[in-house]
């Protein structure tokens, strides 16, 4: 009652009515709700009720009663823990009330009931009488639900608790950019201000690690901040009572009250349509470059195991099994590139998009590059139908299932994808076999990610397994019965689908057997407009062939174009005329010419049929008369009109005007007629070339 009405009451009640405080008069910016309990008006049920309602409980006793002192032990604080659960800590704030009755103080006696009991936050000594500390009180309480010390600090043994200090680490780490132990003056900075919007001004932070270097011997290294410098100085944050110094840290990096990461910070909503697929855009690719370099310490373009592990220390558990060096590229000794780091992310973000925005959260991406959330490094694509209807794409990833019975060559088909060869994919342990493999293929001089599924040999397909870009059908050549798999697989889902189709004959170097079907390869597929059998083997010296890889990237994304030849190598005949087909510079003087053309051609048009209307009305006219007549009449009519001209100005500059435009007109028709034979001409070029090859 002093608090809202600034003055003692005359006349105290037993019980006050419950008190609501508006947000914006508190230092905390929240509501608080005040209940009174008076045990002479209210029963043990209406108490234990409050209690389960409550967020943080006042235990007031008289400093000048010593009763009261020794009730807080042992009815309140019992009572309270009866009531309220174990692992939900309810916190205490213990209120000395009348200190203006007394000249000396209660807390020697109070400091060891705090000791004994972890869930008292503090006390506060005040005088409802005098005013004296009630607003501090209040603040104290909102300060222990908003700012607990419990999760963070232990009075006892007077350190962090574990749980804090791991996470503290984890802030320390994903703060230390360049990854050298120590926090620079540059990445405190960042620090500072993403964590309290302001930047800490050099003599700040000089003050700051003398303090450090005063108190502990390792904590300033290099002039940066080591590890034990940032848990110390949190440390002391807290035992100076600033909880909410630490708090504004750890809930900055998306931590909740029980020292986890929330999920509201780990999966932000993300909207995904139908027929719409999930890929990395520019900025978390950079993101991922500059986090690849971080712990790459030996400059390898590789990243070994000790350094993986590093990476994924600001993880709660290892993110990739041993089957993640054989979905995408390593080195000789079996260790990720920095393009298989890549097209791992970009396999994850494909297949499981809530596990990609888990593992950026556990990066810190949204933290260090200032966005509101993971969900800004996705790029949702648009629905695979307006690819077909407009015959473009903007996708950058590519899904092909591969299919074919079992020992068919499939997996030989996936390694090959990632430059293995058979001795290199001999050496794979069947356990750390993977169903997936990733990589980038260039299509006419693009760079796109071609993701290859190994489909489980089955009578009928799942429909999540039809679901995909393109299709690579695989089968043995030494085996008479291996193409009929295909076959019936295509008939059964793929011969009225768009989804191109690509058989590919496996084991090449190898004597080849006759199909045991009633058509051969090469007939099924000329039979059915699909491109002839590719032969394929991964048995190589060197890296195997990609062209195959080149050829289905190619037919997903561009579904529409029936083409007999899907050569992409930007080296041959075929490619050069498709590269200048579908060049800008051609299509822009293709549509002005188109242009010019069809105006010039209504212009004609126009004149001709008023001509044709003017002749016609000169016959209608002189229909009786002779033809010498009208020749004669037509001479002097000319004659007259020659004669006006040559007098009159005007009529001479229409002539003149007539004339040209004549000749504007016998350009633009001979224009017109060269570029229709030069586009004839092209275009047999191109059908031959296309046919020789």
């Known amino acids: 009652m002093s608090l809202v009405s600034e003055e003692f009451p005359e006349e105290v009640p037993p019980r006050a009515e419950e008190i609501t405080i508006p947000a914006d008069v508190t230092p905390e910016r929240v509501p608080t709700h005040i209940v009174d309990y008076s045990e002479a008006e209210q029963s043990d049920e209406q108490l234990h009720h409050e209690i389960s309602q409550a967020n943080v409980i006042c235990i007031v006793y008289a400093v000048n009663n010593k009763n009261s002192i020794d009730k807080v032990t042992s009815r309140w604080i019992p009572l309270i823990s009866e009531?309220?659960?174990?692992?939900s800590r309810l916190p205490l704030i213990l209120v000395g009330n009348k200190s203006d009755l007394v000249e000396y103080s209660s807390m020697e006696t109070i400091l060891p009931i705090m000791n004994q009991y972890t869930e008292i936050e503090t006390c506060v000594e005040c005088s409802a009488k005098n005013l004296k500390n009630i607003s501090e009180l209040f603040y104290y309480a909102q300060k222990a639900v908003l700012h607990p010390t419990g999760p963070l600090y232990c009075p006892e043994e007077k350190e962090?608790?574990?749980?804090?200090?791991?996470?503290l680490t984890r802030i320390f780490r994903i703060s230390d950019q360049d990854n050298d132990g120590t926090l620079s003056d540059a990445e405190l900075n960042f620090f500072q201000r993403i964590c309290f919007n302001t930047p800490l001004a050099p003599q700040a932070l000089e003050d700051v690690k003398n303090v450090v270097r005063k108190n502990l011997s390792d904590g300033v290294a290099d002039n940066g901040l080591t590890?034990?410098?940032?848990?110390?100085?949190?440390?002391?944050?807290?035992?100076?009572?600033?909880?909410?110094?630490?708090?504004?840290?750890?809930?900055?990096?998306?931590?909740?009250?029980?020292l986890e990461l929330t999920p509201e910070y780990l999966f932000p909503p993300l909207k995904i349509p139908s027929?719409?697929?999930?890929?990395?855009?520019?900025?978390?690719?950079?993101?991922?470059?500059?986090?690849?370099?971080k712990h790459d310490l030996d400059r390898d373009c590789a990243l070994s195991p000790d350094e993986l592990k590093d990476l994924f220390k600001v993880f709660p558990y290892i993110p990739w099994g041993p089957d993640v060096n054989n979905t995408v590229c390593t080195n000789e000794r079996g260790w990720i590139?920095?393009?298989?780091?890549?097209?791992?992310?970009?396999?994850?973000?494909?297949?499981?998009?809530?596990?990609c925005l888990e593992y950026l959260g556990y990066l810190g991406y949204s933290i260090l590059t200032e966005q509101e959330s993971q969900a800004s490094a996705i790029t949702v694509t648009r629905d695979k139908k307006i690819d077909l209807q407009k015959k473009q794409t903007q996708r950058n990833v590519f899904r092909c299932n591969v299919i074919g019975m079992k020992g068919c060559g499939k997996s030989g088909v996936l390694q090959a994808l990632l430059g293995r060869n058979l001795m290199r994919q001999r050496q794979i342990r069947a356990e750390h076999k993977s169903y997936y493999?990733?990589?980038?293929?260039?299509?006419?001089?693009?760079?796109?990610?071609?993701?290859?599924?190994?489909?489980?040999?089955?009578?009928?397909?799942?429909?999540?397994?039809?679901?995909?870009?393109?299709v690579c059908l695989v089968y043995d050549v030494t085996n008479p019965k291996s193409f009929e798999y295909c076959a019936r697989i295509f008939k059964q889902h793929f011969v009225d689908s768009k989804i191109p189709c690509l058989v590919v004959a496996a084991k090449s170097d190898l004597h080849e057997v006759k199909q045991e079907y009633s058509t051969s390869p090469a007939d099924f597929c000329k039979k059915h407009k699909m491109p002839p059998p590719q032969a394929f083997t991964c048995n190589t010296v060197d890296i195997p062939s990609k062209d195959i890889f080149v050829k289905l990237t190619t037919m997903a994304m561009y579904p529409h174009a029936r083409l007999r030849c899907m050569c992409a190598c930007n080296r041959c005949t075929f490619c050069i005329c498709q590269n200048f087909l579908n060049s800008d510079l051609l299509q822009s003087v293709k549509n002005k010419l188109f242009t010019a053309v069809l105006n010039r051609s209504l212009t004609l048009f126009t004149r001709?049929?008023?001509?044709?209307?003017?002749?016609?009305?000169?016959?209608?006219?002189?229909?009786?008369?002779s033809i010498i007549h009208q020749v004669h009449a037509v001479s002097s009519v000319e004659d007259s009109i020659f004669m006006e001209s040559s007098?009159?100005?005007?009529?001479?500059?229409d002539r003149h005007v007539t004339q040209a435009d004549l000749k504007s007109s016998t350009f633009w028709l001979r224009a017109s007629f060269g570029a229709t034979v030069f586009a004839v001409l092209g275009f047999a070029m191109y059908r031959a070339l296309l046919k020789q090859r």
């Open 647 to 653: 007098l009159d100005p005007h009529i001479l500059e």
């Open 83 to 87: 009531r309220t659960d174990k692992d």
């Open 437 to 470: 493999a990733m990589n980038t293929v260039y299509v006419y001089g693009q760079e796109k990610y071609l993701l290859l599924h190994d489909v489980s040999e089955s009578e009928f397909l799942s429909d999540a397994e039809t679901i995909c870009d393109a």
């Open 337 to 355: 590139t920095y393009q298989g780091f890549l097209s791992q992310w970009t396999l994850t973000t494909y297949l499981d998009v809530q596990r």
């Open 608 to 625: 001709l049929r008023l001509h044709i209307d003017e002749l016609g009305a000169m016959l209608l006219a002189d229909e009786e008369s």
């Open 160 to 167: 962090m608790k574990p749980a804090c200090i791991k996470a």
């Open 275 to 293: 027929d719409c697929t999930t890929e990395l855009n520019h900025h978390v690719y950079l993101f991922l470059q500059s986090t690849f370099d």
């Open 227 to 258: 590890l034990k410098g940032f848990l110390f100085l949190h440390t002391l944050f807290i035992q100076r009572g600033r909880h909410e110094t630490t708090w504004t840290v750890l809930r900055r990096f998306g931590y909740d009250d029980d």
